[in-house]
């Protein structure tokens, strides 16, 4: 998968064997490719351009922008969707004689609660067995305890739901030690999932990680190395 913008020489290349991390010394322009990406992945139009395989994907179904590490929301209507569906599936394929006795068993509940009551009363003959879910809050959830431990499972979990994601995480340098941080990458790197680490700055490289740094100036350094960042 690669993330190309008119001011990068090349590509970015997600999913390979390095982290591709991209550091941007100007604050006002990482706010503003921030505030790009973001818009982007809700679907607004940009300059950013997301690929694999030489096809053109719509960054609004497959960008994914982190910008808060710390308090990671599932929130988000396209995750929903995909476990909906996802949900779907398994209760009229893997599990249909229970949900069908199930919905039987709502239904009859209803006619029965409706025979009772002095009053006329309407309700829908659909499918009753989501709805149940929904009102359950029947949804994913973070339980790791550390914060590397939730955001490694919010990173699995959009991988197995989101069809080809591309996950941006801003600022994992501020956050996370560089045990931390190895710890993640060799689970992306093992996994292949298509992270793009954003920071304001240059640091401390790990041995995982392949930097683009954009300076002050707009002038941009490829690094493949630790040892090459100046």
Not at 22 to 27: D, F, G, H, R
Not at 34 to 63: A, I, K, R, T, Y
Not at 90 to 104: C, D, F, I, N, P
Not at 110 to 116: D, V
């Amino acid at each position: 998968m690669k993330l190309m913008h008119p001011l990068l020489s090349r590509p970015l290349e997600l999913g390979r064997n390095r982290v591709p991390v991209l550091a941007v010394e100007s604050p006002q322009l990482f706010r503003q490719w921030v505030l790009d990406l973001s818009g982007q992945s809700q679907g607004e139009e940009g300059n950013w351009v997301l690929s694999c395989q030489d096809e053109v994907l719509d960054c609004g179904q497959h960008l994914l922008v982190v910008s808060d590490l710390l308090h990671l929301s599932l929130e988000d209507r396209k995750l929903h969707h995909r476990f909906q569906t996802l949900v779907h599936s398994l209760m009229w394929e893997e599990l249909e004689v229970e949900s069908t006795h199930l919905q039987q068993s709502i239904q009859g509940y209803l006619a029965r609660l409706a025979s009772q009551i002095p009053v006329p009363v309407e309700y829908g003959e659909g499918d009753a067995v989501w709805p149940l879910l929904k009102g359950l809050k029947f949804q994913p959830v973070l339980d790791g305890v550390s914060p590397l431990e939730c955001l490694t499972q919010y990173l699995e979990l959009y991988h197995q739901l989101m069809p080809r994601p591309c996950v941006l995480l801003v600022g994992m340098h501020l956050y996370f030690s560089r045990q931390e941080l190895e710890q993640l990458y060799q689970m992306a790197l093992y996994e292949k999932w298509n992270v793009l680490v954003l920071e304001p700055h240059q640091c401390p490289p790990q041995p995982q990680e392949q930097w683009c740094i954009i300076d002050h100036d707009g002038c941009e350094l490829r690094v493949d190395s630790p040892g090459e960042i100046p």
